[in-house]
């Protein structure tokens, strides 16, 4: 595996041992945890419910791509591409609701072990919370290996969706330096291109690693607190 070190560290020590030890300093020092990390799990609430909003607009997406599509063959035109879009949609409506829907007791969470009694229940969760952690860090990191290969590679879509190679442009300047956006101004074209895999790859790797954070979070204040901010058990 590749495991490029990151600030004269491996990268698994970020990925996973150091949310590690901050999960141990939460269980021993409760309280100065609780000062340390309450302005942290306030700013992840916003970023949860920010994700969760994103979800939305996207599901909206495919019922107006689905209504375009409806409109289209009423007045005999075409829609290239029309699947393609709402397929990336719901992939983005997916991935962008993971963590919101973690916090919301939306995920199916089989506890009749966790309710044995409460000292029971707190460590068998604790475990749960942090085999899923682990699990979900993992994912996130080669969803976003996958798509840095996509991109490298310039892998394409295989149907007929485009996009305005402008806007490929706009979405690049995001994930490079600002010394480099002259460059790839001069070099972008007008017309519309075959979308790049890399694209709605984006989605999934965000969404990926918001769950991973979210899982961890909650680990966190399950240890500082007693319990964690999921609100609801979709299984009692």
Excluded at 139 to 154: H, V
Excluded at 173 to 186: D, I, N, Q, R, T
Excluded at 204 to 224: E, F, P
């Amino acid at each position: 595996m590749d495991w490029k070190p990151f600030l004269g560290l491996p990268l698994w020590f970020w990925l996973f041992v150091l949310p590690s030890l901050i999960v141990i300093f939460c269980a021993l020092f409760k309280r100065t945890a609780s000062v340390l990390f309450k302005p942290v799990w306030m700013l992840l609430n916003k970023i949860y419910d920010v994700s969760g909003v994103l979800a939305a607009i996207f599901m909206i997406t495919i019922l107006l791509i689905i209504v375009a599509q409806m409109m289209v063959r009423w007045f005999g035109l075409q829609f290239p591409g029309s699947t393609d879009y709402a397929g990336y949609a719901m992939a983005a409506t997916s991935f962008f609701a993971l963590a919101h829907a973690l916090n919301r007791g939306s995920h199916i969470r089989v506890s009749i072990l966790l309710n044995l009694n409460q000292h029971t229940r707190f460590w068998l969760d604790a475990f749960a919370l942090f085999i899923a952690a682990l699990t979900a860090t993992y994912f996130a990191r080669f969803a976003i290996k996958a798509n840095y290969f996509s991109e490298m590679l310039n892998d394409r879509t295989q149907g007929l969706d485009q996009v305005p190679e402008r806007f490929l442009t706009v979405v690049k300047m995001l994930g490079s330096s600002p010394s480099k956006w002259g460059e790839m101004w001069a070099t972008s074209g007008t017309e519309w291109v075959y979308t790049p895999i890399w694209l709605p790859q984006i989605a999934m790797s965000v969404g990926s690693v918001l769950l991973a954070i979210a899982l961890w979070d909650n680990l966190t204040r399950l240890v500082v607190h007693g319990k964690s901010a999921i609100r609801m058990e979709t299984v009692e």
